[in-house]
């Protein structure tokens, strides 16, 4: 794992912030206490740490940093999402410097399909690379090369996909042949049967949409999640003859949501928090409008 946490020192002595609120994925929190110390130690800062769930970019914790009087939020792990802040906003990102495993190698060079796309999250931006060349190296084509989100609308573009990282959050956005080169693991997965129930579980949702009553218009208030126009939604649905009802929190869970009564949930927020249990069903929002 490589962190250019020297960058940031520098930055942190240049632009003299005096209190810091560091935010990370749940895989650096054993690192964080760490990379606090050597802040504090290297500047004038104060650093705070976060301890809440951090799932992405668009997931930054601002209430906190302004009621702590932070000048700064250091963000690790994921790249800019875009969403602009009152509180400056520094994203370090983080990669993991791995070999693909010559036994992975060969399970690769088996696969039938010719024209590949290949994907994977920002930390693993190498390994890509280095796939992408061995592809190459074997007479492959490779018809696509992105960093993609978990929550990123990709198109197929080949014959076969290949994602590239650890755990399955991101290629269940991919659609078609899908391989998982799991890095945690060690091996290459066909993915393909899971991403087929993951679309026929999206077409089941929306079929209870249709015929529920009761909606439960779902609005996170995570800066990268918020939906502005749910309004707008909400006359929509109640002009298709539903009652809507908006529900306004930060983190969606079963727990939160298992006693209002209502039929189905239109979420607008972020489209991966269906990966969850849920009681009741969520449809969301991109899949019906």
Known sequence: ???????????????????????????????????????????????????????????????????????????????????????????????????????????????????LAIYSSEPFKKVLDDLGNYLLKIGKNVVSKKIILGCSEVKNSAEANIFVGSGKFHPFVLRGKTYFLDLEKNRLEDLTGEVKKEEMKKKARVLKFKEAKKVGILVSTKPGQFYKDYEIIKKKIEREGKEGRILVLDEITNEKLGRFGFDVYLNTACPRILDNHFDKPIVNLKDLF
């Open 1 to 115: 794992m490589f962190i250019e946490i020297n960058k940031v020192i520098k930055k942190i002595k240049e632009e003299d912030y005096k209190r810091i609120l560091i935010q990370v994925p749940e895989g650096l929190k054993t690192e964080v206490v760490k990379i606090a110390d050597k802040i504090e130690k290297q500047t004038k800062a104060q650093v705070i740490i976060s301890v809440e769930p951090c799932y992405g970019a668009c997931d930054l914790r601002l209430d906190e940093a302004k009621l702590l009087g932070c000048d700064l939020i250091l963000h690790f792990g994921h790249i800019d999402f875009g969403v602009k802040t009152e509180i400056p906003v520094l994203y370090i990102p983080v990669y993991f410097d791995l070999e693909i495993p010559e036994k992975v190698k060969k399970e690769i060079s088996e696969i039938k399909e010719k024209n």
